[in-house]
């Protein structure tokens, strides 16, 4: 009797999961958004990114600007590629959003990442930020003139702090460009954080920071050789622009909103609106002056005119042979020799142990590979898109369920029970509460 009970709640438990399943797809018909909409930042929460969508998602809260909240979702890694390849493979229907700036761009002429913006729908691009040309405050160069001639009559010298693939590696290959002879060496410092330690430590000559970073970092003794824009900057009257000292390099960066190919354009339209009108309230060009981020927005043709153009002005860069970067392989191959000397001393001191216990340990190797081999299809299935999570996982759980038990008829409706209600409450669990995206 106890038993019926409880497999009479198990069914109603996966029939409930199955409704809500079918419940969270089958808002595709109605009026958009009808759910949240995730942005992926692949940053990690409290960068610069994170910081300015984190603005705009409460702009458009507190103005009531959508009837759907932003759920903001952090995939760092890989240079953003993780993030960027997650949304380039999610579904065309609007609920997938991405927000990076022109890393994407970079990215993709220097090898860093297979896609560009050829894999997506542009959206908007928000909140210019300028960058400025950084020295320590002991270093000799007091002007531009005094840097740029050192890096003429002695190329390849100068240690110029950049960021791989950023708008500031590129930045930094302009600056030479505008100078025959000059030659920096070039050395991928990191983030704006790990280029002021490069910077202090006198680790970098010179590096590329945002003025919001150098606003922040000022006080650590940071000074200014020149701004890289048209015009001089209205807070910093006093900084030159490298254009007016006969150095014409104009870069910015600004942050790209991105959505899966194919995305209706009515839904990209609309997003695009919705970004415009919540750059415009108080709170986002209040905060955007406080990060000294100029609070503007570029949507439609002038958006793509921007892009291209900017694709076309990296394209003509040579990036790869340029930077200083570690030697991967001999690390590499260090790491792989003192781990192999490593599990050899230690296999050394196991052989007496492990010779008593092989003569009564029997390893089911028969199981184990089979179950990575269900893993591996497992995995396939969702990665090809042959199935969704949910039936992928089912499928999984069945059939692992039935050989472990080696298909004891016992155990058939506990294993069925399992692979129906598992399947649908994690899907349930990770999209509606955790608003995570499966496959």
């Not at 002429?109 to 405050?137: C, K, R, Y």
């Not at 740029?148 to 950023?166: I, Y």
């Amino acid at each position: 009797m106890l038993k019926t009970f409880i497999h009479t709640i198990v069914i109603i438990l996966i029939a409930l999961s199955a409704l809500l399943y079918i419940d969270s797809g089958s808002s595709d018909g109605d009026a958009f958004p009808a759910r949240p909409v995730r942005v992926i930042v692949p940053f990690n929460p409290g960068g610069g990114t994170d910081t300015y969508v984190r603005i705009l998602q409460k702009a458009i809260k507190d103005n009531d600007l959508m009837p759907q909240p932003l759920v903001i979702l952090n995939k760092p890694g890989g240079g953003a590629t993780i993030g960027s390849t997650y949304v380039k493979d999610a579904k065309n229907d609007g609920y997938t959003l991405l927000c990076l700036h022109e890393a994407l761009l970079t990215s993709k002429v220097t090898g860093q990442s297979p896609h560009g913006p050829e894999a997506f729908e542009s959206v908007a691009a928000t909140g210019e930020n300028d960058m400025l040309i950084i020295v320590n405050d002991s270093a000799p160069f007091r002007t531009m003139k005094a840097f740029m001639d050192e890096a003429k009559s002695r190329p390849e010298t100068l240690k110029f702090g950049v960021n791989f693939g950023t708008p500031t590696h590129f930045a930094g290959i302009q600056l030479e460009n505008t100078a025959p002879g000059a030659r920096f060496r070039l050395v991928s410092a990191g983030g704006g954080a790990n280029r002021l330690a490069a910077l202090m430590g006198g680790h970098l000559d010179a590096a590329i920071f945002s003025v919001g970073e150098f606003v922040r970092f000022r006080s650590n003794g940071l000074r200014a050789l020149a701004y890289l824009r048209e015009e001089r900057h209205e807070e910093f009257p006093d900084i030159p622009t490298a254009e007016e000292l006969g150095y014409p390099v104009n870069s910015s960066n600004l942050q790209y909103w991105w959505y899966p190919k194919g995305t209706d354009s009515e839904i990209v339209d609309y997003m695009a609106n919705i970004l415009k009108k919540a750059m415009e309230t108080e709170y986002a060009v209040n905060r955007s002056n406080e990060l000294q981020i100029e609070p503007r927005t570029i949507v439609g043709q002038e958006l793509q005119d921007r892009i291209d153009r900017k694709m076309r002005l990296f394209g003509e860069m040579k990036t790869a042979e340029r930077l200083d970067l570690p030697d991967v392989v001999f690390w590499a191959f260090v790491f792989v020799a003192v781990f192999g000397v490593t599990v050899f001393i230690k296999r050394k001191s196991n052989e007496t142990e492990a010779a008593i216990a092989s003569e009564s340990l029997t390893l089911r190797f028969d199981k184990a590979f089979g179950v990575v081999g269900m893993c591996v299809v497992y995995v396939s299935l969702m990665g090809f898109g042959i199935a969704t999570f949910v039936w992928a996982t089912s499928l999984f759980l069945v059939v692992s369920g039935l050989y472990l038990t080696n298909f004891d008829k016992r155990r058939l409706l506990p294993v069925f029970e399992t692979a129906f209600l598992l399947p649908f409450g994690l899907h349930f669990v990770f999209t509606k509460l955790f608003a995570i995206q499966l496959p």
